[in-house]
């Protein structure tokens, strides 16, 4: 699960790309959260964050067929 933060750190508020990668809790600066920039920034974490999964799920699913296929389930 993914998700965007706000922060507010000395009367500031900023904007983080939060995530899980191996269990392990993850943030990526994105700006001020004012700032329109740190959104798109977000935006585009969270679709290199997902590419990266999907390229994952991608190599399980094939490792599955392949099992699958040498058993003869």
């Known amino acids: 699960m993914a998700t965007t933060v706000i922060k507010t750190i000395r009367n500031q508020k900023y904007r983080y790309y939060s995530y899980y990668d191996n269990r ?3 943030e990526r ?3 001020l959260a004012s700032d329109i920039q740190s959104e798109k920034k977000a935006l585009q974490f969270e679709l290199e964050h997902l590419k990266e999964q999907k390229k994952i799920l ?3 699913i094939i ?3 392949t099992k699958l296929k040498k058993t003869n389930y």
């Open 58 to 60: 991608y190599k399980k």
């Open 63 to 65: 490792e599955i067929e």
């Open 29 to 31: 600066y994105c700006g």
């Open 24 to 26: 392990k809790k993850c």
